[in-house]
């Protein structure tokens, strides 16, 4: 009787073992310090994104620590079955490849509420539509924006990303095309606990390419070691040293007799001597003369005024927007960005002029 298998009954078996899987092992590809230094990086960039995040729509965000696993755009399909909305990042300077983030449709939905100047109550089954992911991109612009400069400050290098794509997974199959890499490459999730006040409680989920993440690993391994050596030069600085005289060891005897004579005598101080203090020269006036002819900007300053983006939104031909001056009160004059004087609006021929009126007190006034 033939007891060797077929290259199906081969094939069979080994899908079978493939899919008996449940979870690929993180240790199996990241040591614990890399899963550390990956959950740091999250840490910190999702941090500097949530503080943007409750600015924006002044509510306080929480983000907790997050977990490190392994997975698979295959079997992230298989895992996500209802609509979310992935965030996809692409890296342009620092460092190489994409990453995307992945937020429930509801969660989506509180936010580009609480966006637009909403309550953030939002149904079970919310409908996302062009306003509400025109809101959220902001939102996911501004936030990757932070996680980026935050970044760069982790790393020490200029990180620099694209603007944020976001589009609405609607359908189980649309996964495999939520990041340009193959179904079945390693990806590190990094998941995140967020909460809003009185508005959410949820997870969002960060999936980054395995390369990507050893790639960061590496960049905050090479800026730790030198503070590391660092930090272990004064120590050894500190460290005693034993000082041993030649004498001392031919002649036992009279070391013992004088066990002064094998230690160092104590350095001399003396006070510090410094030159007698002279005035400064004034500089010469003709000096100011190499800047004479450095342009500078100049603006004018009529009002402010804080609207929501649902303000924004209705805004139209014709439409009015309330400064916070009022009738007849100075303007402000700015030079490149700094406050130089008030004045008031005049007519010159038949353009605009600003006559001052007094200037801006600086601190050293």
């Known amino acids: 009787m033939n007891q060797q298998l077929t290259q ?37 960039a999702m941090g500097a994104a949530a503080t943007n995040l409750s600015l924006l729509i002044s509510k306080k965000v929480r ?23 992935s965030v996809q990042v692409n890296f342009s300077q620092g460092l190489e490849g994409v990453n995307v983030l992945i937020i429930q449709d ?32 902001e939102a996911m612009n501004q936030m990757m924006g932070a996680a980026s400069t935050s970044l760069s400050t982790m790393l020490e290098r200029r990180i620099m990303i694209s603007a944020p794509t976001t589009k609405l997974v609607a359908q189980a199959h ?30 969002i989920m960060q999936l980054i390419p395995l390369p990507l993440a050893k790639q960061m690993v ?3 391994m090479e800026k730790q070691a030198p503070q590391a050596a660092e930090e272990a030069a004064p120590a050894q600085a500190q460290a005693p040293q034993v000082q041993v005289q030649p004498e001392a060891v031919s002649q036992p005897m009279a070391a013992a007799a004088q066990p002064t004579a094998a230690v ?40 402010r005024a804080r609207l ?18 009022l009738a007849g009160e100075p303007v402000d004059v700015f030079v490149n960005g ?28």
């Open 218 to 220: 590496v960049m905050l």
């Open 264 to 303: 160092s005598k104590a350095p001399t101080v003396q006070p510090a001597q410094f030159m007698p203090l002279r005035g400064s020269e004034a500089s010469s006036p003709q000096k100011i003369d190499l800047v004479m002819d450095v342009p500078l900007e100049v603006t004018v300053e009529l009002g």
């Open 174 to 203: 649309e996964t495999l095309e939520i990041m340009p890499i193959g179904s079945e490459d390693l990806l590190v999730k990094v998941e995140f606990r967020i909460t809003i006040d009185g508005s959410l409680d949820s997870t």
């Open 63 to 85: 983000i907790t620590t997050p977990s490190v696993s392994m997975i698979t755009l295959s079997k992230q399909k298989e895992q996500y079955q209802r609509p979310f909305v």
């Open 8 to 44: 199906a009954e081969i094939d069979a078996l080994l899908k079978g073992q493939a899919g008996s899987e449940e979870e690929l092992l993180v240790e199996h590809y990241l040591t614990p310090l890399e899963q550390d230094a990956i959950g740091e990086i999250g840490n910190i």
């Open 106 to 137: 509801r969660d989506a939905a509180v936010i580009s509420q609480l966006m637009m100047g909403f309550s953030g109550e939002v149904p079970e089954d919310p409908e996302l539509g062009e306003i509400e992911l025109s809101a959220l991109s």
């Open 308 to 325: 929501t983006i649902r303000e924004i939104l209705n805004l139209g031909e014709g439409s009015v927007v309330e400064l916070d001056k």
């Open 338 to 365: 700094q406050l130089l004087a008030n004045g008031e609006v005049v007519v010159i021929d038949e353009n605009f002029g600003i006559k001052i009126t007094n200037l801006a007190k600086t601190e050293n006034q």
